[in-house]
């Protein structure tokens, strides 16, 4: 019996770094600053678990779902069969979190919508956007709960956050729970700035991984893994 999810596809390395895929039940983190790259890293996974059968849920707070369309195929990860298949549900948070009103709800909100979760996978891109408004400690340890359960039943999720947009108990909060944790930045290789990911913690890891992996970006190819990385 299969343990993971894998992300795996053509003329790519991605999936090897990160010890073949995503382990089911996970609940995953992955930090960084806004542009550091978690966003593409998210997307990578996406695309890779479609063209493995796995269905999978994108909660967005950046892109409508025409954008995250025209954005997906900008970097060659083409999904509008997959959405008209409804291998992926697409929900858009946008338009709702750009209003002026600050709404108060988003945690309730989340752990009621239970269609959210109906996917092998989910990823939250970013959960620190949606709930910063309303999380707190005690909101935060109700959130974990929810996500641990949702993981408990073998699915994986997978949620970024931005370090500051919510305060640091609720971070500390989710950090702990995690299966897997990692954090994208930018570092700087000679007279390149590249985009780093660092796993700082990987239970249940399908294969062998590499904490430290550099990348960039490349219009209609996607993420491009260095193949050698500087620490």
């Given at each position: 019996?299969?343990?993971?999810?894998?992300?795996?596809?053509?003329?790519?390395?991605?999936?090897?770094?990160?010890?073949?895929?995503?382990?089911?039940?996970?609940?995953?983190?992955?930090?960084?600053?806004?542009?550091?790259?978690?966003?593409?890293?998210?997307?990578?996974?996406?695309?890779?678990?479609?063209?493995?059968?796995?269905?999978?849920?994108?909660?967005?707070?950046?892109?409508?779902?025409?954008?995250?369309?025209?954005?997906?195929?900008?970097?060659?990860y083409s999904v509008e069969k997959e959405i008209i298949a409804g291998k992926?549900?697409?929900?858009?948070?946008?338009?709702?979190?750009?209003?002026?009103?600050?709404?108060?709800?988003?945690?309730?909100?989340?752990?009621?919508?239970?269609?959210?979760?109906?996917?092998?996978?989910?990823?939250?891109?970013?959960?620190?956007?949606?709930?910063?408004?309303?999380?707190?400690?005690?909101?935060?340890?109700?959130?974990?709960?929810?996500?641990?359960?949702?993981?408990?039943?073998?699915?994986?999720?997978?949620?970024?956050?931005?370090?500051?947009?919510?305060?640091?108990?609720?971070?500390?909060?989710?950090?702990?729970?995690?299966?897997?944790?990692?954090?994208?930045?930018?570092?700087?290789?000679?007279?390149?700035?590249?985009?780093?990911?660092?796993?700082?913690?990987?239970?249940?890891?399908?294969?062998?991984?590499?904490?430290?992996?550099?990348?960039?970006?490349?219009?209609?190819?996607?993420?491009?893994?260095?193949?050698?990385?500087?620490?």
């Open positions: 019996m299969v343990s993971f999810y894998s992300v795996q596809i053509q003329n790519d390395e991605f999936h090897k770094k990160i010890g073949g895929g995503i382990p089911k039940g996970t609940l995953g983190v992955i930090i960084g600053e806004s542009g550091s790259g978690k966003s593409i890293v998210c997307q990578r996974m996406v695309y890779g678990l479609l063209k493995n059968d796995v269905t999978v849920t994108y909660l967005s707070t950046q892109f409508t779902t025409v954008d995250f369309v025209k954005q997906m195929s900008s970097v060659g992926l549900k697409f929900f858009p948070v946008y338009p709702l979190i750009s209003l002026p009103r600050k709404r108060q709800d988003y945690v309730n909100r989340l752990i009621s919508a239970k269609h959210v979760f109906d996917a092998e996978v989910i990823i939250i891109d970013s959960l620190s956007s949606l709930v910063k408004f309303d999380i707190n400690p005690e909101s935060a340890i109700d959130l974990v709960a929810f996500l641990k359960r949702i993981s408990a039943t073998g699915r994986s999720v997978i949620a970024t956050a931005v370090p500051g947009e919510i305060d640091e108990s609720a971070m500390l909060e989710l950090e702990t729970a995690s299966t897997f944790l990692a954090e994208c930045s930018l570092k700087k290789f000679g007279s390149d700035v590249k985009n780093m990911m660092t796993i700082k913690k990987y239970n249940l890891a399908p294969g062998q991984y590499q904490k430290q992996i550099a990348f960039r970006v490349e219009p209609k190819i996607g993420l491009v893994v260095e193949i050698a990385a500087v620490a």
